[in-house]
């Protein structure tokens, strides 16, 4: 169970959600923000793609690297509670870890991989009860 103001981001290569959880005795997740490649322009390129990567594939791998980026700051900031879950594909999931700061680490209380990014909150709500 994730505790009460607990954040969940949901993401895939090419688009992120960010929920807060308001339940109190469940998973109730009303949106923070919608996060996008064109959202995250500004911030320049994130980390280094291997040469084998096709186009899509380091776009994909630069755009978790900008979520993961965000995520760091805001959790140095002090900007994220005690309690973050991360959702994301497979691929991203794989992009993402590495990156992680360790202030980021230890508020993540939950990984779940799958593609969720386009599924309704009730839907995240329901993968993330039965974990």
């Known amino acids: ?3 009460t103001a607990a954040i969940v981001v949901v993401a895939d290569g090419n688009s992120a959600v960010i929920y807060k959880n308001i339940g109190h005795d469940s998973i109730i997740l009303e949106l923070v923000e919608a996060v996008s490649p064109p959202s995250m322009a500004a911030e320049g390129q994130q980390g280094h793609a291997p040469v084998e990567q096709s186009p899509n594939d380091a ?3 630069t755009f978790v690297g900008h979520l993961v ?3 760091n700051a805001m959790a140095l900031a002090n900007k994220l509670p005690d309690e973050v879950a991360i959702v994301a ?7 993402m870890r590495p990156l992680y700061h360790a202030e980021l680490k230890k508020r993540i209380v ?3 991989s799958k593609t969720l990014v386009k599924a309704s909150p ?6 993330l009860t039965k974990g």
């Open 110 to 112: 939950t990984e779940l």
């Open 122 to 127: 009730v839907d995240v709500a329901a993968a």
């Open 1 to 3: 169970m994730l505790a």
């Open 89 to 95: 594909d497979p691929s991203s999931l794989g992009h």
């Open 69 to 71: 980026h965000k995520l």
């Open 59 to 61: 776009q994909e791998a």
